[in-house]
């Protein structure tokens, strides 16, 4: 027997049954660290073996589809911007002129800061609105799917006929719809949609109206998901109903909150219906958006606008609420989370 032999064995002897050899437990955690088994190469036959072709199959039409309407559209509005084109006669490259040119425009200031003006209505009193809403509704005992059906119903009727009931309802005469209320109270008559002052608040109010059913029932069914005993808890702790709200239920709908803010910060930017079927951008320009204004440049003539700078600006819109959104999702990380 060698006298390597010899040593390990003298070591396993005096170990004793219940304590292995210092050997043994490098072995041992070698053993751990080594895979259980070799991860097989990736190859395309392994591929095709394992249903890669069938999986091909299956969502290819849908990325047929997709790449026809959605990216190739995106494609060719890229390339648009870059040429001076009616749609009707042949295109003509002018690099970045159109760019140029959107940005001298005096209308694109007043578009900028009307969509600014438009978006902080908006979440001012459209976003805390259907959180308020759904908090009421959630502590209903009875009667809770008509209330959801009722508050679901503006998002149910079209948009054109939404507004459409709504301008009659601000007429501005005495005997319109609202005025006619204000009224009741003393209140004198309001112009409404015929003043610079009050025409976009006047299209914030019908947008939150329209709006604001969807929100209402994404945050009823967050509330469900809210753990009862968070709610018994707090009583127990002596919180009322505002408490309750403050320190349970908000917080535990903060990842939802983030998402739908993002999400109608990027629709108020691009808000078009209301403006365009109630005032055209008038009165003196005090509803002009961004979207409005990119239609003007597209269609303000018979024969097509200048498509290019219509496509220019909405390039510039798309990568300004990209930014936007990246840099929100960057600073709401942690707090979405923790």
């Known amino acids: 027997m060698s006298t390597t032999a010899i040593r390990e064995t003298d070591a396993s002897a005096e170990a004793g049954p219940g304590h292995p050899s210092p050997d043994a437990g490098v072995a041992t955690a070698a053993a751990r660290r080594a895979p259980a088994r070799r991860r097989r190469r990736r190859t395309p036959l392994t591929w095709v073996r394992g249903g890669g072709l069938w999986n091909l199959a299956f969502l290819a039409p849908m990325l047929i589809v997709f790449t026809v309407f959605s990216w190739g559209p995106i494609a060719r509005s890229v390339v648009m911007s870059f040429q001076e084109t009616n749609l009707v006669s042949d295109p003509v490259w002018v690099g970045l002129d159109n760019f140029a040119r959107v940005l001298a425009d005096p209308n694109l200031g007043t578009a900028v800061v009307n969509t600014l003006y438009f978006a902080a209505l908006a979440l001012v009193f459209g976003f805390p609105l259907p959180i308020i809403m759904a908090v009421l509704m959630s502590e209903v005992r009875r009667g809770k799917g008509l209330y959801s059906a009722l508050a679901y119903l503006p998002v149910v009727v079209p948009p054109v006929v939404a507004v459409l009931l709504w301008k009659v309802f601000y007429n501005a005469s005495p005997d319109g719809v609202f005025n006619t209320v204000l009224g009741w109270f003393g209140i004198p008559p309001q112009p409404w949609l015929q003043s610079a ?86 009165p003196n320009k005090a509803t002009l958006t961004i979207l409005l204004l990119i239609y003007r440049y597209a269609f303000q003539n018979s024969l097509g606008g200048d498509y290019g700078e219509a496509t220019a600006l909405s390039l510039m819109l798309a990568i300004l609420l990209g930014l936007l959104s990246w840099l929100y999702f960057k600073l709401t990380d942690r707090w979405s989370t923790n």
């Not at 006047?202 to 753990?227: D, Q, R």
């Not at 702790?237 to 408490?243: H, K, L």
């Not at 909150?257 to 209301?274: H, K, R």
């Open 197 to 282: 002052a009050t025409a976009m608040p006047s299209l914030v109010i019908e947008a939150t109206w329209a709006a604001a059913g969807g929100s209402i029932i994404i945050y009823l069914a967050a509330l469900i998901a809210v753990p009862a005993e968070l709610y018994d808890a707090a009583e127990v702790d002596g919180a009322g109903i505002w408490r309750k709200i403050w320190h349970v239920t908000l917080p535990q709908l903060r990842g939802i909150l983030f998402i739908m803010l993002i999400l109608q910060v990027i629709g108020t930017a691009q808000v078009f219906l209301e403006p365009y079927l109630f005032t055209s951008g008038g």
